[in-house]
């Protein structure tokens, strides 16, 4: 009764109790996957599950055999009367097969101390399991209201629960810059904090300063906690728009040559980069320690939603475009792109961007994070991009989760838990070639409206549990069955602390009668969002 849902599961006669006589034996290329086994089910058991050779009693981790028919991420998995064995060929597969076997203990299994519950049995099984997709991404935006390292690292155990491998972090927008940069240090110095925030969508300023930021040690933390639970971090670093608090921190990167404070106020600056030369050059010294910091092999650029009206009304960005030779302000900002799109491909990193980076041509290795419609990544596929579908009306989880007037801050579209679990990254009309373009997707938790660990589990759970199943299981999907599963989920999501949305709404506590939202119609903002992506469409411009 797990979650995601495996691809094949065998029921057998039979349980096998783990006691305190039980031990692990891993290979020891599986170390990892076993250290962490041991650090979470030692804490709920307080048994030591000691390292062991394998042998009867045992739970035993091993590397199978490269030819044997399992993919890099799959795992098998079998539960006897004699022990546990999980089956893989890399620590990745391992680490999921082990999430797994603790999902089949009782909930207690999620607790951090032992309070004498058990036994804890474990039902005889055989799965056999493995992702549809390579990328089950999660972005959360700690620029906009900024989640401190301790509520990052609780995520990622979160994230690692429901087998997602992708952290994106959206470190830096209008409203904050999060990431510590030693070559221009007011980036944080400035540019993390803000003299007060609206509250709701657009409503009065609360007049509270907010801020904070992660220091290169946190950021190394972060990555590495993340790098032992097969997550892989991808930075974004959002240019030319969303840059507000950087222009303040460095008025010499904006278009206006007057100061300007880091935004206390939600929705798109107009305030964006200016396109000088000493302007690129200072954000390839800070992708120069981003790329230090994060290993990832794909690093996002952002290049979403660049206001182009102080462009127009700019002398210099006039002579910009004559001097470079292009069109229009459009092409200027694709020119701005891909300065960094041959950046990173020097350096053997790939860059990722939202779809708007589709508005002039890019680099092969480009990856296309198609948000606004399907366009994006209809587009992006069939140009030979790899793409990242995050349809921001089916995996939104900043997105109201119903249409009851209860709901916190009702922002954006309805999003309930069936159409997550029933989302589909890929679009009908790619043809088989096409459709192996789309890497998967990334859930995204935007915070303008979410200020606090306890209200990003409310946004987060149970739909996240759904987008995850959407992302690993391959198979029909059946939401009613899913639904079946999400019960026992629900008590592992307890056990752990986390403050799920229930299934019925909001808790008193987590409503908040007067903030105001921003809800939308579907049909009205679907529409709006095709004029929007008129031009990707069919093709690239
Ligand atoms: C986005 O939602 N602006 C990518």
Redesign the pocket.
Known sequence: MTIPRPERREPRPGTFTIDRDTGIAAHPALAGAAAWLRGELGAATGYDLAPRPPGPGTIVLALADPGGGLGPEDYRLAVDAGGARVEAVTPAGAFYGAQTLRQLLPAEAFRRAPLGAGPWILPAVRIEDGPRFPWRGCLLDVARNFMPKAEVLRFIDLLAMHKLNVLHLHLTDDQGWRVEIERHPRLTEVGAWRRESQMGWRGPGDGVPHGGFYTQRDIREIVAYAAARHITVVPEIDIPGHTQAAIAAYPELGNLGTPLEVATTWGVSQNVLNVEEATVRFFLDVFDEVLELFPSPYICVGG??CRKDQWRASPAAHRRIAELGLRDEEELQSWFIGRFDAYLADRGRRMVG?DEILEGGLAPGAVV?S?RSLDGAVSGARAGHDVIN?L?TSV?LDYRQSDHPDEPVPFGTVLTLAAVHAFDPVPGELDGAEARHVLGSTC?L?TELIDSGRRLDYMAFPRLAAFAEAMWSRGERDFEEFRSRLAPHLERLDAIGVEYRREDGPLPWQTRPGVPGRPEDLGRWLAHMAVETSNIRGGLT
Do not use: L
Request: aromatic fraction near 40%.
């Open positions: 979403d939603e939202w994070a948000w995050c921001n939104y995204c935007w």
